[in-house]
């Protein structure tokens, strides 16, 4: 038995696409928290927090296909905590002191926060490819029908006529603010998040 919709085998594909569901699956989150990993040590190793060796390590021992997601799922559940178990297995792949330094500084929070950003950021690269699609046929029959004439309407009656043309080049106008408004909210939405514990970053560094 589904929860909704989204989950149906039969109704899915009518609510969201599967390159969409793609996005947002446990494997892709999975990724997304070794991806905010990599990031954090290779940008800390940059500003000589961490050796640039244990960066290097940690990046080139994340494979995703290796984590258990069975013993993952059955640790969350026994430690009720999202990444503690995915932690530890991180730390057995990397090996040696290098795998001290995974998760350095950061708190769950940071590492969560950041892997759905990563995932908004896919989302909204696939919106903006379909609206663009979507612009370019709203164009095109606005070509199309620039002298089609049609009734306008006011208050839900016919009013003075307009041409079918006109109106969907209003969708398409629409369209196209929608697409800037996407391309204006990337630097307010798609960023990281990194405060350490307690949000200080006290954690991380003296110097922070």
């Known amino acids: 038995m589904t929860s909704s919709v989204l989950d149906s085998e039969l109704l899915r594909g009518i609510y969201v696409s599967e390159e969409m569901r793609e996005i947002f699956s446990d494997d892709q989150l999975l990724q997304k928290w070794v991806n905010s990993w990599i990031a954090l040590a290779k940008a800390e190793a940059e500003v000589g927090i961490i050796p640039k060796e244990a960066a290097d390590e940690i990046e080139k021992n994340a494979d995703v296909s290796k984590f258990d997601k069975v013993a993952i799922r059955e640790g969350i559940v026994d ?91 209003i969708w398409a106008d629409e369209i196209g603010k929608h697409l800037d408004r996407l391309e204006d909210g990337k630097k307010r939405y798609l960023v990281g998040s990194l405060g350490g514990a307690a949000g200080t970053l006290a954690s991380i560094h003296e110097d922070v």
Do not use: C, N
């Not at 892997?115 to 690269?125: C, E, G, P, R």
């Not at 696939?126 to 612009?135: A, I, N, V």
């Open 79 to 169: 430690t009720t905590h999202p990444l503690i178990v995915q932690i530890r297995h991180f730390t057995k792949m990397v090996g040696g002191k290098a795998s001290g330094y995974i998760h350095w500084g950061a708190t769950t929070q940071d590492i969560m926060d950041t892997a759905v950003v990563l995932q908004m950021k896919d989302a909204q690269i696939l919106l903006e490819k379909q609206l663009r699609s979507l612009l370019d046929q709203l164009l095109k029959l606005a070509k199309e029908h620039e002298s089609t004439v049609m009734p306008g309407r006011t208050h839900g009656q016919h009013a003075l006529p307009i041409t079918l043309g006109y109106k969907i080049a």
